[in-house]
């Protein structure tokens, strides 16, 4: 049940960062001032909301872990779910590989986990 747990808020702190980075991105387009405004709050709140979460997280594993997951698993949604699927933003083949240089070093860095 714990790694269960730890694993929920991982992704939990992931979708959070994606929330956050999305709002940013609508509040960097919107033309209007209450728009950019709502946009930000949204952004903040939920970026607030993933520091928290990611404090939470590492009460259960190392801070070397954490920031791994948490900063990995978040680059790799934020690109796929925000940039791609949302923006529509083209994402060149070595950008990819980037992606999939992050998702293997985050593979390694599950692999080392001791505890």
Do not use: D
């Not at 049940?1 to 992704?11: E, P, Q, S, V, W």
């Not at 991105?25 to 979460?53: C, I, P």
Request: glycine share 12%; net charge positive; charged share 10%.
């Amino acid at each position: 049940m714990r790694t269960l747990g730890i694993a929920g808020l991982i992704l939990l702190n992931v979708a959070l960062n994606v929330v956050a980075n999305v709002g940013f991105k609508w509040s960097a387009l919107s033309g209007r001032l209450r728009e950019f405004l709502t946009w930000q709050v949204v952004g903040n709140v939920s970026g607030f909301l993933a520091v928290l979460s990611l404090t939470l997280i590492m009460r259960f594993i190392p801070l070397s872990q954490a920031l791994a997951f948490s900063w990995g698993l978040g680059f790799i949604a934020i690109q796929v779910i925000g940039a791609r699927l949302i923006f529509h933003e083209t994402i060149t083949v070595l950008q990819w590989f980037g992606v999939a240089l992050i998702a293997g070093g985050l593979v390694l860095v599950s692999l080392g986990r001791s505890g």
